[in-house]
């Protein structure tokens, strides 16, 4: 009898096993591409870039001064950085001038030049004017950065118990522990920003329609992200990504959250390049 009920109870249908719910797919980690910048210090050998390297030194020495003088001073001048950033202008020059060698390289360029009389040996009133605005826009962008990250630094010394004057000093040291890097970052960052305006610039004199990003042998993931996503050219005055747009690359999903990307760099240490397209 147990014999049949063994054999009885065999027959019956199993039961299915419960069906558990899949695991949420991992959010991916949230990058601000400003706060990820600061981790290219690994990668300073491997920037590159075609303009004058004096030119560059004069950036350099100018925001160099700027920021000492800012963290002495416990307030960023824009003024100032404006100053400072004056030789970019050099830079932005040699960025044109170099657009309209790369154009005539390309089929149909050199008749485009020759059409158009486009020329960046003498700075028009018209393309000073350009620089300019793009100058104080930056310096009055880069010193309200620096002051709100120096009020958010004592806020937060204060909060871990320091009184005022503890406070002041340790952001103080802090700050001018890192002033050579500070100072070599955004030198770096907005003499190839200028560069790449004196490229793009020269293109639209020039009545280019539109511009392709290249990049550079071993880049990042995110450079070679944004050359997959943007594998055929846009118009010339378009943004690849606007402020406050993002990248989602594996498992990390960068934000542009400190400016629009118009062109390279992304980063400082950046290598990638923008070449004209006339078709």
Avoid at 48 to 57: K, L, P, W
Avoid at 165 to 178: D, N, P
Avoid at 186 to 199: C, E, K, P, T, W
Wanted: proline content about 5%; overall charge negative.
């Amino acid at each position: 009898e147990l014999e049949s009920m063994a054999q009885a109870a065999s027959s019956q249908p199993k039961p299915k096993a419960k069906e558990l719910p899949a695991p949420p797919a991992a959010e991916p980690t949230i990058i601000k591409v400003s706060d990820w910048l600061a981790d290219h210090k690994h990668k300073s050998d491997a920037w590159e870039y075609q303009f004058s390297r004096e030119a560059y030194t004069d950036v350099y020495k100018g925001v160099e001064a700027w920021y000492a003088d800012g963290v002495k001073a416990g307030q960023f001048d824009a003024k100032k950085l404006e100053a400072a950033l004056d030789p970019l202008k050099a830079i932005f020059q040699e960025g044109g001038q170099d657009g309209i060698a790369t154009l005539m390289s390309v089929a149909g360029g050199a008749e485009r030049v020759a059409e158009l009389a486009v020329d960046f040996d003498t700075l028009t009133a018209e393309v000073l004017h350009y620089f300019e605005v793009k100058k104080i826009r930056l310096a009055h962008e880069l010193s309200a950065d620096k002051n709100a990250e120096l009020v958010n630094a004592l806020r937060e010394s204060i909060k871990q118990g320091a009184n005022t004057q503890e406070a002041t000093k340790a952001v103080r040291e802090a700050m001018e522990g890192s002033l050579k890097w500070e100072a070599e970052r955004i030198a770096r960052d907005q003499s190839a920003r200028a560069y790449v305006f004196g490229n793009t610039k020269a293109w639209e004199d020039a009545k280019v329609p539109r511009k392709q990003w290249t990049t550079a042998g071993g880049c990042c993931e995110l450079c070679d992200a944004m050359a997959a996503r943007f594998n055929e050219p846009i118009p010339m005055d378009k943004n690849f990504y606007n402020l406050g747009d993002s990248i989602t690359v594996g498992t990390r999903k960068y934000v542009f959250d400190y400016d629009a990307i118009s062109g390279p760099p992304i980063h400082p240490c950046c290598r990638c390049d923008l070449l004209p397209v006339l078709t």
